[in-house]
């Protein structure tokens, strides 16, 4: 089943044409290339392989909707971008979850200095778009999906809701829904165009 993937790291104008070309290689290639650096910062913070997916993939959508508006200009390495949007997204969600157990401030100052506001305005773009997609998903994955990402439901309470085993198993559904809603979303960029 796998397939073979060039697994070097695209140049960031590569990324750019190919995300603009609706390239499903490019950001296959960048998914590989930059996952295990995203992987190791969340491993190091509390965080699971899952949780790095799932933060990894929001980055990837944040980057493509960037790319997409038009006026995307790079002010750093798009590694560097991908790791910034990255530990934003994580430590909002380390927030959200009550699971640092330090100071939070302390893994803040660490982060690479980039406008929060601006932070916020493609988050509020990425969801704006988000909308569409998520009509389309249906049920469970809808409810379950809103839950965690809008309502800010544990895992444990979303298991309790729909009657899973475990949290795990929870997890796992919420991870497939998040795969589902990443290709309609996708699908629908690209009738947009």
């Not at 290339?33 to 969340?42: G, K, R, S």
């Not at 790095?52 to 909707?65: G, M, P, R, T, W």
């Given at each position: ?14 990324v ?20 295990p ?108 999906i ?36 990443k ?11």
């Amino acid at each position: 089943m796998s397939k073979a993937l060039n697994s070097s790291a695209p140049t960031d104008s590569e990324v750019v044409f190919g995300i603009l070309n609706n390239s499903e290689n490019i950001l296959k290639r960048v998914y590989v290339a930059y996952f295990p650096m995203v992987l190791q910062l969340i491993i190091n913070n509390n965080g699971t392989a899952d949780d790095a997916k799932d933060v990894y993939q929001e980055a990837i959508i944040v980057l493509y909707n960037k790319v997409k508006s038009g006026n995307f200009e790079l002010s750093s390495k798009l590694k560097t971008f991908l790791y910034s949007v990255c530990r934003k997204l994580w430590l909002k969600r380390l927030s959200q979850m009550s699971r640092y157990g330090g100071d939070v401030k302390d893994f803040q100052d660490h982060l690479p200095v980039e406008d929060e506001a601006d932070l916020h305005s493609e988050r509020d773009i990425q969801f704006t778009k988000m909308e569409g997609a998520l009509k389309q998903l249906g049920e469970p994955c809808k409810t379950i999906i809103e839950d965690f990402y809008i309502h800010d439901l544990s895992m444990q309470e979303i298991c309790e809701r729909f009657g899973y085993t475990n949290a795990d198993n929870a997890k796992t559904q919420k991870y497939k829904c998040l795969q589902r809603l990443k290709k309609l979303f996708f699908q629908q960029e690209q009738r947009d165009q």
